[in-house]
């Protein structure tokens, strides 16, 4: 059975600070992907990274980087210099079957001015 | 350019009404087609899984005869509402699967279609 726990529901930290959406998985399969996506206001998905389970390399694309740790099964996702416009809910999901997913229940980042 | 179109992006019905949303795949051919829910401030659920040629394959606890699913080309799947109920308000997102070099697949949600049932 596949299980995403994002305990944190709901963030909020002012313009500049550093940000950290955590992520915990469970699956029994030995190779499956991780993915996080933004959804604003709107509702589209945004892809954000995919990160497979025999790369645990740490990733950083701009202000975004993402930690993955086998040991404890987690795949953290921080934003430096968090801005405005980095208010959305974060999804982080695990795809299993090759092609399915299991969503994360979600943390709503809200950056305030 | 985007890589899954559905339509339509809102649709408002009255309870009883039946409401079919199309998702197509526009730059490659997708035997295989996805179809998530999400209930307000909620996650994405996966309702079922859209076979060219075939029938859909649901997950437990989806009802097959109030969901339709018919992919009958490569490129179309469409997701038909039946006997829309207030409950069925939601956000039905598609997704479609490609399989790219070394066998892995790359996901393209797309854009979601806004069900309101008055």
């Known amino acids: 059975a596949q299980k995403v726990t994002q305990a944190q529901t709901e963030i909020s930290v002012v313009e500049k600070e550093d940000v950290t959406l955590d992520c915990v998985y469970e699956t029994r399969d030995t190779t499956y992907y991780l993915f996080w996506y933004k959804q604003p206001p709107s509702g589209e998905l945004v892809f954000l990274i995919r990160?497979?389970?025999?790369?645990?390399q740490n990733e950083i694309s701009g202000r975004y980087s993402w930690n993955f740790q086998k040991s404890t099964s987690s795949f953290n996702f921080t934003i430096t210099a968090s801005q405005v416009v980095d208010s959305a809910v974060y999804f982080c999901a695990l795809l299993y079957n090759f092609n399915k997913f299991y969503f994360g229940s979600g943390t709503k980042l809200n950056v305030k001015p | 350019g985007a890589v899954v179109s559905q339509h339509p992006s809102r649709v408002i019905c009255k309870s009883g009404t039946s409401v079919k949303i199309e998702c197509r795949s526009l730059?490659?051919?997708?035997?295989?087609m996805f179809w998530y829910r999400q209930f307000p401030k909620q996650s994405l659920m996966l309702m079922a899984t859209?076979?060219?040629?075939?029938?859909?394959?649901?997950e437990q606890g989806v009802e097959k005869d109030k969901f339709l699913i018919n992919h009958a080309s490569l490129t179309l799947s469409t997701l038909t509402v039946t006997s829309a109920h207030p409950e069925d308000s939601s956000f039905y997102i598609c997704s479609v699967s490609r399989v790219s070099g070394g066998g892995t697949d790359t996901q393209y949600f797309g854009p979601g279609t806004r069900l309101t049932v008055l």
């Open positions: 990160r497979n389970s025999f790369d645990e």
């Open positions: 730059d490659f051919q997708a035997t295989t």
């Open positions: 859209s076979n060219e040629g075939s029938k859909a394959t649901y």
